[in-house]
């Protein structure tokens, strides 16, 4: 698909400092109706999406909920696990491993964190490459390092299929991913240089120096810290594309890592917080699930 066909206007919504807003919430359920459109095409084959949610946090809750709505939309179904917080690890491991093995299961998200006590890599070591929609596997990453077939993690993800709905040029640019995590940062920086994106990325995370300097030099910027407003205007070229993934609950709400009202002055295009990189994560997630299901052979390949 390209710009054209998303966007026939050729005329992004703007910013009060001319910034392209790279609207998640749009792309989101842009990608969600899609999907409802490819799964009708086909005549509603069962496309199924299992949540595992342990415990009872509430913006796990939300989370959870939000995705199976979303699932919904899509035309996929989904199947619910509820566990308390003092579920043994090997009643955990047994509720994944059914799931795992059972073949109208296409993708499986397990919630995290879990509750203290739980042991995430363990569970997440039962899921099958293919229904491993979250990408978070050694498996997914290795296939992801390895440049082969495989889910990529739906954040790091949401924020490519940001950059590409709304023109952001990553060929030939540099950019600077701030955080380091195997959730975001590090599958960010795989992502931004690999081949056919072919941007130039440094990953930059607390030890990193002067950040707003290093960040200076960037066509693109992608804010994965948790600190609030930490990417102020002296971080940014005129011009660069500014991704927010940070999420920091504060007193006055939830917040970004990027100072929007300030970046946005200078940037050419930014993600809003919210309805940013938020929203993309679920719609990727939806993807993976379409993907695992055509992985698994619950679909056509093409
Ligand atoms: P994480 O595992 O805590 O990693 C944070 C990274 O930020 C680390 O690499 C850390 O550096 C770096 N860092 C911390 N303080 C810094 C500073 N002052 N300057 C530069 N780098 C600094 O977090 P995560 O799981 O990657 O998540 C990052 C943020 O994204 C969180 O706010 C999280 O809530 C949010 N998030 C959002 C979504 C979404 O859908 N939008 C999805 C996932 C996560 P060191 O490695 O040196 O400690």
Request: charged share 25%; net charge negative; aromatic share 2%.
């Amino acid at each position: 698909m390209t710009e054209n066909d998303l966007n026939p206007s050729g005329e992004f919504e703007r910013t009060p400092g001319g910034a392209i807003l790279m609207d998640g919430n749009r792309l989101r359920d842009e990608i969600v109706a899609r999907l409802n459109e490819r799964i009708t095409a086909l005549g509603n084959p069962h496309v199924c999406l299992a949540t595992v949610l342990v415990g009872d946090d509430k913006p796990s809750q939300i989370y959870v909920r939000n995705k199976r709505k979303k699932a919904d939309e899509a035309g996929m179904v989904s199947r619910h696990v509820e566990l308390s917080a003092d579920i043994s690890q090997a009643d955990l491991e047994a509720a994944v491993s059914e799931l795992a093995n059972d073949p109208g299961v296409h993708g499986i998200l397990v919630q995290l964190p879990l509750p203290d006590g739980l042991d995430a890599e363990r569970v997440l070591d039962l899921l099958p490459a293919e229904k491993d929609v979250d990408g978070l596997t050694e498996r997914s990453m290795g296939r992801l390092v390895r440049g082969r077939d495989g889910h990529v993690p739906c954040t790091p993800l949401g924020v490519m299929r940001l950059m590409e709905r709304y023109g952001v040029e990553t060929s030939g640019k540099s950019a600077v991913v701030i955080g380091r995590s195997t959730l975001v940062g590090l599958p960010q920086v795989l992502l931004l240089g690999r081949k056919g994106c072919d941007a130039t990325p440094t990953l930059a995370h607390s030890r990193s120096g002067d950040l707003a300097a290093i960040c200076r030099q960037a066509d693109i910027i992608v804010a994965a810290v948790g600190v609030a407003g930490l990417v102020t205007a002296e971080f940014v070229k005129p011009g660069a594309a500014v991704l927010d993934v940070g999420i920091s609950r504060t007193a006055e709400g939830i917040q970004g890592d990027v100072d929007f009202d300030s970046v946005q002055e200078l940037a050419g295009a930014i993600t809003p917080m919210p309805r940013g990189t938020g929203p993309m994560t679920i719609g990727c997630l939806m993807e993976n699930t379409f993907n695992a299901a055509r992985m698994l052979g619950a679909l056509p390949s093409s």
